[in-house]
């Protein structure tokens, strides 16, 4: 008898135990559910926070949603998609995205319908309305981001040609001149 009644305590100590182990499984897998949910919970919300910055910087751009960029000195049609970087006043640089074919033949047809001047040390395209001169339009290939140069000058095209100066110096002969 007293053989019975210790089997019996080590199977009720065993059934314990088994549940215990049961217990501890379910909470370390309770406890790596909410790890889960936790890092895709911080997955989600860092995509979306770096998704409005860059949204946030491509709004804040001049050029990326516009066909068209404009100061005091220039008025240029651009291709949608276009990243303006800088304008130092006669220089004018972008980064797009777009095949460097097409934004090649987008500047192609736009300065095929401006007045093209040939002179004896330049030639350049002159937009009558914005009164600008430019002299070239380069786009540098590259794998994902294209650069595009723009050089241009401002001021009466008769006195761009004959100071036979390009950009500001042209722009600076042609203001004297006048003065």
């Given amino acids: 008898m007293k053989r019975k009644v ?4 080590e199977e009720e100590q065993s059934l314990e135990e088994i549940k215990e182990l049961r217990k501890a499984k379910k909470r370390k897998e309770l406890r790596e559910q909410v790890r889960m949910f936790n890092l895709k919970k911080t997955l989600i919300l860092t995509g979306i926070i770096v998704f409005l910055i860059i949204m946030l910087v491509f709004f804040c751009n001049r050029t990326f949603f516009k066909k068209t960029y404009k100061t005091s000195k220039i008025e240029l049609d651009i291709p949608l998609l276009m990243f303006f970087i800088k304008d130092d006043g006669n220089e004018i640089v972008f980064k797009t995205y777009r095949k460097s074919q097409y934004v090649r033949d987008f500047f ?3 300065l095929n319908n401006l007045s093209y ?8 395209y002159y937009d009558d309305l914005a009164q600008t001169a430019i002299y070239s339009v380069d786009v540098e290939k590259g794998f994902a ?5 723009v050089k241009y000058a401002h001021g009466d095209a008769n006195c761009l040609c004959l100071s036979g100066l ?3 110096e042209a722009e600076e002969a042609c203001t004297k001149n006048k003065s």
Avoid at 6 to 9: A, P, R, S, T
Avoid at 117 to 124: L, R, V
């Fill in 117 to 124: 001047y040939k002179c004896q040390t330049q030639n350049f």
């Fill in 108 to 110: 192609d047809t736009h």
């Fill in 145 to 149: 981001l294209k650069t595009v140069t």
């Fill in 166 to 168: 390009v950009g500001r």
């Fill in 6 to 9: 210790k089997i019996e305590v």
